[in-house]
């Protein structure tokens, strides 16, 4: 009895790596999702940027309520005169840095979520608190359903989502072009609407690639030639023009595929349907009766048998 | 598969090793009540770089897969039909119990919006393309299951009981408040041990269907713990991202399952001064090293594919790491091949060591020491996060010795030569 059900056990295993081999064969030849470029996004034309950092004031100051955003103290401002963060965080949804290579080469930088076209954060997100809204394509975030388990931080390759550390009652923090605030009421996110040198051009994903594409037509010698967020991880709605190499800018360099295609693929191979759940169990279900039927007829010759179960182990 | 193959284990609860285990335990507890009243970042070094920090590897990545002997112990029984191994189960059961349900207890800890885990039952909140819910859902269940399937041994215990610690009690409390004794009490207790007589039959018929389910679920959920960093492609580093993350956590855990059995038998047999299952653990140990092989081939083969041997072996500090684990979990094995070895404790219990230090290491690489989400972000856990982990594992180990002693649940001791045994090794004491 021993022998069918090792072989038996080994098959389940055979099947569970084959599922997952599988998945990785299903991926190479995935239907990729499909870009939608008329989802509103922005494009950061660095060349532009003065680094006055307007458009951190106007985010803060129009989504503070809203994100319970506060202002945050530098050590050199002990009045607390200014905001001055210092990086993206549970207070913070935008911000301008400054990348100094030489007196001659340096360029602003400007912050936020990049509003992918296929965003890892909401694939990841067990209870659908980050979701990307159809017509708009803006990845947003609900506090009301979070659980607070910060897989979307995991998840993102830009580090763009934070969490509110000192806390008690925290939430994740991002930018979600104004969804809830200024697009509502006006349109067009904060950020853009203040900038007064034009470095943010708020609009369709389309117009956007457009007006990229004509700028580094016409002054080809001004930026690199590559608009970051065209492809990278299948597409982000946030676009950028730069003349300093955008991983000088702490823009990671990255592949075109999303890695959630990847890896919902590999879980969507495994739980389809939920039939390999279900045949699992009632394989298994089969197999323990037979056991457990066979082992009862054992249970009635005299004692001492179960002492010799030893003897048919592992050949 | 009678409920006679168990025992209460007759000693005193109250020892040094309780009082120690409790202190542990108290201090744990009270820095949660402080993550609760001053936020995580009060007690932690997690960051927005390293979102998961210690709570997430070791309590519920590492914690649960150390919880799966009583996953290991049901797959050799019911499905490879070893019965003989059955007396040991429930033993099992009751580490698997405890581990899940702090895992599930940790989560809470860890989570920033607790009180929003109610989603995961609405349906139009469910996120199938989420690794983690299916996680959370599956350890939801599987910790009910595991307390289904440690039901028949309270209610064995609830059969025969005369509540007689319960009857002094409700004496001396009533004896200091000077309030009567309600009427009807006896009859009431008399009604709980009739439910208790009305169940078991039931139950046991039943129990069979629950304990298939209590293989499948640790089958689903351990795999999409690996799969939870699938979607990490650019922070975790190429050494441990690989497609059969789920494949390898699955395996990684049976190896782990069968070895935590073996050292839960050898410390509490050492503990509780009974003799060593000798050869029921080094039948065990049979298993260990074919599935620690299929998990290193898998392992090497797939470095091997994707180009990244030369990383393996370039020692910087992720290769250091990655060597490491692979050392000890193939050390462990060489060990265990040796069937001489297998049938010393002393090697077994060494052997099992290794293997679950080994198994451990590769979560820790996967969830924190590979996982390098860009510069300028570091991660040591700060001590307050720590000795919440250590309080969490004290109360575990604790309610253990608590539960053994007054639950029948470890193996009975059957045979004259046991009995015998144990005398001796109470008399060496």
């Known amino acids: 009895m021993a022998k069918p059900s090792r072989r038996q056990f080994l098959k389940i295993m055979g099947a569970t790596g084959a599922a997952l081999v599988a998945g990785r064969g299903l991926t190479a030849a995935s239907e990729v999702h499909q870009v939608n470029n008329e989802t509103l996004g922005m494009l950061y034309d660095a060349t532009r940027c003065v680094g006055c950092k307007a458009c951190m004031s106007a985010c803060k100051r129009v989504n503070s309520d809203y994100g319970s955003l506060s202002y945050e103290r530098a050590k050199f401002d002990p009045d607390g005169l200014w905001d001055a963060p210092q990086d993206l965080s549970g207070s913070t949804r935008t911000l301008i840095k400054l990348f100094k290579e030489s007196d001659k080469e340096w360029s602003y930088v400007k912050y936020s979520c990049m509003h992918c076209q296929k965003p890892s954060c909401v694939s990841v997100c067990p209870v659908s608190a980050m979701t990307r809204d159809k017509i708009s394509g803006a990845v947003v975030y609900n506090k009301d359903t979070c659980i607070g388990c910060r897989y979307c931080q995991v998840a993102c390759a830009f580090n763009i989502p934070k969490f509110q550390w000192q806390k008690a009652i925290p939430q994740i923090v991002k930018c979600d072009l104004c969804t809830n605030t200024n697009l509502l009421k006006k349109g067009i996110t904060a950020c853009a609407e203040t900038c007064p040198t034009g470095a943010i051009m708020f609009g369709k994903r389309r117009e956007l690639l457009a007006e990229a594409k004509k700028r580094l037509q016409e002054h080809p010698g001004r930026y690199q030639q590559h608009i970051y967020g065209e492809h990278e991880l299948g597409g982000t709605n946030h676009l950028y023009l730069s003349r300093m190499q955008f991983n000088k800018l702490g823009l990671p360099i990255l592949k075109n595929d999303a890695p959630a295609e990847f890896s919902e693929k590999i879980q969507h191979t495994i739980y389809k349907g939920f039939i390999a759940p279900v045949a699992l169990y009632s394989t298994l279900c089969f197999i323990a009766i037979k056991n457990m039927k066979g082992h009862g007829e054992v249970e009635k010759k005299p004692a001492g048998t179960s002492d010799t179960g030893e003897t048919h182990n592992e050949p | ?429």
């Open chain 2, 1 to 429: 598969m009678s409920h006679d193959e168990y025992q209460r284990h007759d000693a005193k609860i109250l020892t040094p090793s309780f009082i120690t285990l409790l202190i542990l335990t108290l201090i744990g507890f009270g820095l949660i009540a402080v993550r609760f009243i001053k936020g995580i970042g009060a007690v932690s070094n997690m960051n927005d770089g390293y979102p998961w920090g210690i709570w997430i590897t070791y309590d519920v990545a590492t914690g649960t897969a150390i919880a799966c002997g009583g996953y290991a112990m049901a797959i050799l029984i019911y499905i490879r039909n070893r019965m003989h191994y059955h007396p040991m189960i429930r033993s099992a059961i009751l580490t698997s119990m405890f581990g899940y349900g702090l895992a599930g207890f940790s989560v809470m800890v860890d989570v920033g919006r607790p009180w929003n885990a109610y989603n995961f039952f609405i349906p139009s909140k469910w996120q199938a393309n989420s690794a983690m819910f299916e996680v959370a859902l599956c350890v939801m269940a599987y910790t009910v299951v595991l307390l289904l399937e440690f039901l028949p041994a309270v209610l064995t215990t609830l059969e025969r009981t005369e509540w007689r610690t319960l009857q002094l009690c409700m004496d001396r409390l009533h004896h200091y408040t000077g309030i009567n004794r309600p009427e009807r009490l006896d009859e009431r207790l008399e009604a709980v041990k009739d439910l208790g007589a009305w169940l078991k039959p039931r139950l046991d018929k039943a129990l069979i269907f629950i304990i298939v389910l209590g293989i499948t679920l640790p089958t689903m959920h351990q795999s999409s713990l690996g799969s939870l960093l699938l979607i990490a492609s650019t922070k975790l580093h190429p050494l441990w991202y690989t497609g059969f993350l789920p494949l390898l956590f699955l395996i990684n855990c049976m190896y782990i399952g069968y070895s935590i059995a073996i050292l839960e038998s050898v410390i509490s047999s050492y503990a509780f001064k009974r003799p060593f299952e000798t050869k029921e653990l080094s039948g065990m140990a049979r298993i260990i090293p074919w599935l620690t092989v299929i998990w290193l081939s898998v392992v090497v083969g797939d470095l091997a594919w994707r180009g990244q041997l030369p990383a393996a072996v370039s020692f910087d500090f992720y290769s250091r790491f990655f060597l490491l684990e692979f050392c000890l979990v193939a050390g462990g094995s060489l060990l265990m091949f040796s069937g001489k070895k297998r049938e010393s404790i002393r090697w077994l219990f060494v052997s099992a060591v290794l293997i679950v230090l080994g198994g451990a290491l590769y979560r820790f690489n996967v969830y924190l020491i590979g996982f390098n989400p860009g510069q300028g972000w570091h991660y040591f856990p700060a001590l307050a996060e720590l000795l919440i982990t250590v309080g969490i594992v004290a109360f575990e180990i604790l309610g253990y010795q608590m539960i053994v002693k007054i639950l029948p649940v470890l193996p009975k001791l059957h045979t004259r030569q046991q009995l015998d045994a144990k005398h001796g090794l109470a008399e060496k004491a």
